[in-house]
């Protein structure tokens, strides 16, 4: 492969390396007859970033005989090259030595050049397969509408959880009703929907993402001075942004958000959760133990209050579970013990409360794309061919039966299950690993 | 017991803003007293290892709040006193901070009990990208004080001294502490009723002193200086550099001067007049100096 | 303070209007605990070391000072972070100066005052000792493979600055024909780069070379000039056969070169025997 490009749009590629860096440690690249695409998963997986450029924006664009072309390099070294882009009049992109390098070649203002060789890291592309056709809910709106939202949060941060209406949007970094311990700063930032240049949102919904790739892209969109649309629609299912500019430049980033399930809920909050929330909820027993008449009346009530069609009585809804093809993320129990919030206030509070309260919501199950939706497939070419997994072959792949017990066993065995996975996903350990949603990797 | 406060004076909102921000680079916590007529903010992190001085700033409510409602828990008391962490009351003001492109409309506190306690600062804000108001809310977190345990929390008193001092040159004075501090762990206050303040630095490497001349005498007032010989005789104390420039490092208000009152041996008073009713103190203890 | 017949005691009288040329002159030498001045009726040197490899001197011309007088040649070594901290008391106000030297034993003496507010002055007292011994480096001014670069200084910093910091080594390469001048960084994971500049370039000004020379440096001494690099207005790259790098650093704008600091760094030993 061989792209020449002249110094502006080198600079808007180098921009869009800087935001990718800020997902992952590596960066994916794939040229095609359609123009060339970098991509980045973060270390959990839980976020995947993609940004295409069209053909027109190169001045050459030479693909190998073969066609297709696509390798994987580390971030840092190539982070290094991009990072100083003033002085670049022109920029040459080639694959050399038998595909083990990439070759980056700036000619620079003064009568200079760099010239930086990258190694080849493997001959790796990755693929989301989530559908990113139609969402319910989508929302548009300048880059700098949703920088100000995004400043509005510490950079501390780790989640946004987004709360849309029919005619508002409240962005907070809790989540209504949510436990948090007393020393946890809830803020939130109310926005009409008349900020927005497009706001579509049928029925309320509640998503949670992780701020940090959102924050990320915002970066590219605020370089490339372009609006942005979210779509999604309910939590648990995949948050996308998007970015378009001119026809030239296409980005896509796929958030996983918080599993309902996933989330503790205070018993202060939870009258006022149950009449508020458009989502049927459905309680589900985390502690084992019996819980009083009281608390059976709320939790009939939370009941009552989904869709009648959907049976969601407790033993029925464990049985959902074990049908529906989900690994608990290996790395959410060690996080929340290491938040030491949610954790520990279960253990102080086990004895009055008996029990916690976690929205499930039925109706995910049935309308929602299933997990796997979010998954993220690897593929080695040498394993593969270099073309999408086929839909229907991933659903098979991925609906082994998995251990109905999610009560007992499960505990002690997500905190290994990183073993039982598939060897060639490579999943780094990382002290700050969280899943947001049910990746579909069986565990067994 | 119930607290509810408004702002709506965009400098008044900054200002609260700057004294918020600048408790939060000297203490993770602030202890707020509430009272009738005033506010005080408090950061008091002498026990602790850290080099940050004592400091409290106190507001008449008048001033900053035309809504201030304060209702204590029982009606003998005349103060609610929260514990808060300075850097989330801090974070809950910024977006009144000045030279953010927003225009805030108006700014609550409020004392709220949702899970735990907390102070809810609810803000108004237009932002330039869109003519629509926003609301921006953040609960910081408090701890309610009890009234058995208000005496650790009371008001700091400001120490008898003999001389106070205006000085104008409060950048100069901060980057030149800032400095001392890689030159020597103590430095000493000179002051003269002759209106200079020197300043002196001294380790095994290096001498520094520092004259600020022509300083207008606060205390002792001219009339009472006839006294003649004690007058005469300089009133020094030598303070922690760390603590010293700690405290005016923090410093995030607009102010060019600061008055500066020696108790001799004993410790250095800072004040910083924000406005008439709105004042900023510190307090630097004495050190031995190594002579 | 001192009056004009006190000066008469002191071996070495300066004063400067200005010091921020001297300020951010003596902070790019600031590398050292050291640092040793020599003063002479042709000006002021003030040298610092690190290891055997390294040497930078700071050049003062006595065109320079505003007053300059010198009673014989002076010399003592003076804690060198002290001195630039002293310089910047007063953060970015500028101030006059006057440096004051009694003799052997005597502390160098600093008097400053803010131009924007006269009723501040100091006085630093910086204790002096004796001089160390300095490395004598020099080139072979008539070998063969002397080659001699004058660039540019801000464009010449871009380049430095963009050097792949993660680099061990870098590689200089000087030669009359392609690539003229290029600095190769080495010792990069999965990473190697390297930048040319043409000798046609409009940032040379000067392009004197007969022979190719190759040579490598360790990558954190020649970080070590940034500082001086960074406020240069004109950069001299001094080589020859045996490697030695000698940098010239101009800290003044116009052509007189009254305040330039110069590098001395030594290569390292080629171990590939290539």
Known sequence: MKCTLEGGNARVIAKAIQSLSKIGKELFIEADVHGLTMRSINPTQSAVASISFSRSMFDTFNLPPSGDCFCKIAMKPCLGVFRNMKQVEYCELSIVDNKSKLQVNLRCKLETTKQALIAIVDELNITASVSTDQSPNSIHGDHKLFM?????????????????????????????????????????????????????????????????????????????????????????????????????????????????????????????????????????????????????????????????????????????????????????????????????????????????????????????????STEVCFYNTEDAPPTLLPEDNNEEDESIPQSPDRERGLRVRTIFSRCFQNTYVPREPSPNSQMYAPNSDTED | MKFHAKMLDVLYMREFQAIAATLAKLAKECVMLVAQEQMHLIVNEEHCSTSSPLVWVSIASKDYFPEYQMTPARPEHDLIVLVMSAMHLSRALAVLRSGSSSSVHSCKLELKQIQFPCISVIASVVSPNSSEPREVVHDVPVTVVPPSDWSSYMLPKVPNTQIVLGVPSLRLLRSLIDKLKNISPSFIFHGSTAGELNLVAESEMATITTRFSRLLLHKPDQGQSGAGAETESEIRCSVDTRKASAFFNALQLPNEEIMIGIDSERCICLQLDIRSNVVLHSILPAVCAEI | MLTQSQYENYKLVCRLEHMKALYSSIKAICFSDFGTLHASEDGILITVEQGKSIQATLCIAPAFFAEFKVDGTPSFSVKINVLAECLSLFGLSDCSIKILYKGEGAPLLLLLEPHDDDQVSTECSIKTTNVEEQIDYDLDANSSS?????????????????????????????????????????????????????????????????????????????KLTNKAMQVASKVAIKTDGSGLLEMHFMMQCDDQEELYVRFFITPLLEVDGN
């Open chain 1, 148 to 372: 100000e939202i995004s400043n509005s949060f510490n950079s501390s941060e780790e989640e946004l959880t987004l709360e849309a209406t029919p005619d508002s949007l409240s962005a907070k970094n809790y989540i209504e009703g949510a436990r948090v311990n007393d020393k946890f700063m809830r803020s939130q930032l109310k926005l009409k929907h008349s900020e927005f240049e497009h706001y579509q949102v049928t029925e309320g919904s509640v998503v949670t993402f992780c701020i940090k790739e959102f924050r990320a892209f915002l970066l590219f969109a605020e370089a490339l001075n372009a609006a942005m649309t979210l779509e999604f629609d309910d939590a648990g299912s995949p948050f996308i942004v998007k970015i378009k500019k001119h026809q030239d430049i296409e980005c896509l980033l796929i958030l996983s958000t918080l599993a309902p399930e996933d989330v503790s809920f205070s018993e202060d909050y939870r009258p006022r959760d149950i009449t508020v929330c458009n989502t049927p909820n459905a309680s589900q027993k985390r502690k084992s133990s019996t819980p009083g008449p009281e608390i059976q009346q709320k939790r009939r009530l939370a009941e009552d209050t989904t869709l009648s069609e959907l049976d969601t009585s407790l033993f029925q809804f464990r049985d959902r579970r074990t049908e529906v093809p989900t690994e608990p993320a290996s790395v959410q129990p060690a996080r929340m013990l290491a938040d030491g919030d949610t954790m520990d206030l279960v253990d102080e509070e086990a004895e009055e409360e008996a029990m916690l309260l976690a929205v499930s919501d039925a109706m995910e199950a049935s309308q929602i794309p299933r997990p796997s």
């Open chain 3, 146 to 222: 002397l080659n001699t670069i004058f660039m540019r200084g801000p464009d010449l910093s871009n380049i430095f600055h963009e050097l792949d910091k993660a680099a061990d080594e870098f590689e200089f390469t000087i030669s009359p024909l392609k690539p003229h001048f290029k600095i190769t960084t080495l010792g990069v994971m999965q990473a190697e780069s390297s930048v040319e500049v043409a000798k046609s370039s409009d940032m040379v000004i000067l392009f004197n070379c007969r022979a190719t020379t190759v040579a490598r440096y360790k990558s954190q001494q020649i």
